[in-house]
């Protein structure tokens, strides 16, 4: 079985790992990638890690008929393109923006967006649901690596007290535009925080902490740093409880059970043991009255492209795996 | 007036930078710079920088009569010089380990050890003790950090609630001694936790906090990191506080004015404004109810070196910042 | 079909990456991981981007029946496990250390050790005689890049001048062994020299060159660098030459037409686009009389593991690329 | 004594890096830091690290009455500067662009520009005529640090074969504007090529050694690369010459004896330790017939700010090492 699939917006960073992840999926065939600033040229032009590994070029166009669409095309600009194209009822839509995560009028997750639901993309809170959807919001990567470190407190009414949440990001997460805080000569040794306590994706991940628990009482607090790094997210997360270090691993170990992906460790990690994979790893300390964990993905796979195919996967019945089996950096 | 130094222990890290910043200073004659395993070897041998810059060998000994003394022998091994070694009763001694910084029988910012008491020098929290003291316990890298973003907190009794705080580090905290965290293909790119809770500078910071406030309600909850980077540690604390911003800014204004090192900023700061300098700059930011504090060093100068010659100045009667007056290396 | 396979020396860099492979190779099944140092500990111990992966250990243990066995024991070692350990005659051995490279007794490409024949194994110099041997000793990591630098034009006579190669190399070149020049703090944004002109792979280079062009004229000049990342090699080599860089340009992709993982691009290109591939990217450049080829490889893939791993796929009859398409980390 | 100086352009790199040493030169005072971009706002928002040492801020004009004026604006812009602007006769001019380094008219070391004539401000080639100067060009960064590895040859007539150059340079080299290259996501851990054999430095290095060796018979092959590093420059540079090792060094030591800042070492050296510092450090090595020098600079300091300063000193009878001895970063 080939599934017939086109990224709209494929010369970004979350476009390209896309399309090298989609390129050597097994079940894929790649009808187009459509890109306005690179229309007409051949892809490893804005991606030169694919030359060799394909001929085709980026299209202007994205009107060609598919079975899945992936659209890359940036926050704001995913709800505009649905908006100005007559995309087929059946065709499936995989989103990695914003647009469709959350809104103001839902409690639960599944956006309504005019005529169609985007169900929310994170299998590991509700994969059954994604089987079924025919639209994925795709998470975003810190909202990613947050829940997967608090969902299974969530699942047993565990939010009972304040969450505190460093998370330090990659240079990638900030996307390929050229900024101050993106330059070499700027970021290379260097430490910065931003959006301190007031990140967007906590809307995201409050909803989904209250879809699972509904008197949630617990506020996250939460510090984006950024680090001098280009691909991962490293993610702390402690709050108080009763639970003792065992009870949290099983805990922990029961909910993660049947999920390829994230992974519990009773060793100390590190961010490199998940660059260039789609896993989430977690770790789990116990520190007086304190349960600390740690939460490590690859803010552009498990963060974003990753997930994505893991989506098309679940949503195409195909093995959950499929295409993602992929060799760490490591290094 | 220049002043006769000695350095115990000058081919590691902290002995190095001593070494630099004291060659440069107008007011001292270093007598000698012993090492046991450099002994006899010029010190660029273990220094490459200081090539062409002075023509000192490490010395086997440290019975040179000297005004001041530097141990950069490393934890356990300034006590034990002390106890092995006659050191005059008049001299000064500045001890960067953690040997005198603090134990379980004091109570307040003086260390006593047999015959001598230790003053724990941080200028901001004790300037005028130092000015008196004739014995120096040089403040931890994280202490220091962690003690300048709250000491202003403390003095008006407001730690009133739990403080969070966590502080990423660059390699050079780790000493020059090898290791598999120190190792270049592990770190570069790399994030991991360490010690998370348990960090031993917590003793000493506890103990200043008491000091300045005897009936602090806080506890401190820190996660130390290990960053991709050669110098420097950021650290960010929050905690409730009723105190506006404007307040905020204030109180740290207030509190450093008379303080040439450390700064209280109203933009957004990264670590690179104070590499190589003997800085801390302050930033406050107010969200909610959460008053946020960030603060940076350079673990080897405000965090070692560049404090041991501060108090120096401080204890000879100098001006506080003599010799101390850097170049950033801003990249 | 599976061939079973084991790893001698499964705990260093080569044996781990070498292990990330056969994991993830559809027709290999793995038989043991030797280690002395980590036998009887999950792999993931050793190799912690592993964990999830596998439930397999390290074994103390060489001796299970296996069709191919690589050797990842170091320089000097593999010789010595050969000698004392009893390798069936019909075992494939795939020896990733210097030991059987090159010898002074030898002047083609086959080197002679006691009983047994090592085939050099640099698949775009020799692929029909890899895929008749049995002992394949795996090429250099440098003398990799090096080679598929030139050897277009020593197949063609055209190396009649001395030929300057300069080599940058990241620290996984170096092993995972802890030392001064693989200490973080000295490393990240430092550069430096070592074995300027002398460096061992030379040897087998040289070899190969005159295999192809008997009278070759040429010296090569070579120095290597050491540069602050962990993977990868950075080739420069540049040599007085008559021919146009279409000339060029059309001899260097006639002679890798068949080869699918040595690729000429008319782009200039950077260290990124090969690391975690197991390609070989050339670049050519004409200034004046002089050709200029830049060659990239990841120094752990086409540089040593997946060589290997191509290496096996062509003695067992298997596609080339079998298990070798890898997603490269691009950033 | 007090200077009075004005800076032109100062809110980029060489500017920023002039203003960090002028601040602390015992013998400037310093009129005005011009920026168009910036004028109005105080140094610290382009130059963070400054906070706290200065209040002065950006101004508009540069019109203010001093006695040297730097011009830092960027090549074409200094030429454009006193086009345009009326700078009075007797006001010494220091220009770090490369607009009066060389022309095509030009066969000494001065460059006539109108009425005014710019000396090359290379003290270790002249020194005398920089004393004399009233107007100064500055050298580059590449054209410092590779002439210093060959004037001692050239001046002995010994430039008598091919001279192999290969120079990487940080990443402040390419200066603060935005690009593709100085992306931190490209460039971390990355390396490439950039105008490869046709450096516009090697119009100045030319003229320098025809200069002191009027029948030059060398050709100088230069690949300059781009490094994952912010600052600094490591040349490599060889050459066939019949003299020994020790004549070299000879050679070496006695013509770089009596300048403060170029050190000859015989140990092999890495790039940090120049970095934050205004020295060269050469290393020679004799291979075969090979001469092998190695030069570092920081491409901001030695390689623009701090050879200024340096020129500044010399046109003015100070000591040429005033403000100029700086705490290396070393890590």
């Known amino acids: 079985m080939k599934i017939k699939a086109g990224i709209v917006g494929g010369a970004g960073y979350a476009g390209g790992e896309l399309l090298r992840l989609l390129l050597l999926h097994p079940n894929v065939e790649l009808a187009f990638v459509q890109s306005r600033s690179q229309a007409g040229k051949p ?24 079975e899945v669409l992936f659209l890359c095309a940036g926050h704001g600009e995913a709800a505009r393109f649905l908006a100005e194209n007559e995309v087929p009822a059946e065709t499936k839509i995989i989103d990695l923006s914003q647009d469709f995560r959350w809104n103001e ?25 994604i089987r079924q959807a025919k639209h994925i919001a795709n998470p ?16 047993q009414n565990m939010l009972q007290s304040d969450v505190h949440v460093s998370g330090i990001t990659g240079s990638t997460g900030a996307g390929q535009s050229l900024s101050a805080t993106s330059h070499f000569s700027w970021r290379t040794e260097n430490i910065s925080t931003y959006k301190v306590m007031e990140h967007q994706h906590l809307r995201e991940i409050n909803r989904s902490l209250l879809y699972l628990q509904p008197e949630d009482q617990s506020n996250i607090h939460f510090i984006p740093y950024r680090g001098p790094f280009a691909r991962g997210i490293f993610i702390t997360a402690y709050l108080q409880t009763a639970i003792s270090l065992e009870e949290a691993q099983a805990l922990y170990g029961n909910y993660y059970a049947g999920h390829p ?8 990690p590190d961010l490199k043991q998940v660059v260039n994979t789609n896993k989430c790893v977690l770790h789990l300390q116990k520190h007086g009255n304190m349960l600390v964990i740690t939460s490590l993905i690859d803010n552009l796979l498990k963060g974003a492209a990753g997930q994505a195919v893991q989506n098309m996967n679940l949503v195409f019945g195909l093995e959950e795996t499929t295409g993602l089996k992929l060799k760490a950096t490591s290094f």
């Open 43 to 66: 892809v490893h032009t804005a991606h030169p890690d694919l030359l060799g590994e394909t001929d085709i070029s980026f299209s202007a166009d994205a009107a060609i008929p598919v």
């Open 140 to 155: 975003g990567c810190f909202a990613t690596g947050i829940q997967l470190a608090l969902l299974p407190l969530a699942k």
């Open 105 to 129: 009028k839902t409690i639960c997750d599944v956006v309504e967006a005019g005529e169609r639901s985007f169900v929310y993309g994170l299998p590991e809170l509700q994969r059954e649901q």
């Open 261 to 268: 992906f994230t992974i519990v460790t009773d060793q100390n």
